[in-house]
């Protein structure tokens, strides 16, 4: 992620269902931002990675091997 100030982010991790799997807030830095999500939990499959600021928010679609 590329923010031009710090914000926080929440990320949310769905199954296909729309169960959550994992929630996380993170506290971003200017520049660009690595987000680290721990999955280690969750068995393989197909998710929704759901990035949410207080300005915007982008669903991405992640596969876990």
């Known amino acids: 992620l590329n923010g031009y100030v710090p914000t ?3 990320a949310e991790l769905f199954d296909l269902s729309g ?3 994992t929630k996380e807030s993170i506290e971003t830095n ?3 931002n690595g987000i680290p999500i ?3 939990e969750l068995p393989a ?3 929704f990675l759901r990035l949410q ?5 982008q ?3 992640v596969v876990k091997q």
């Open 53 to 57: 600021t207080n300005e915007a928010q």
């Open 19 to 21: 169960r959550l799997g």
């Open 59 to 61: 669903t991405l679609k």
């Open 30 to 32: 200017l520049g660009w």
């Open 45 to 47: 499959g197909v998710y």
């Open 8 to 10: 926080p982010i929440v």
């Open 38 to 40: 721990d999955a280690s």
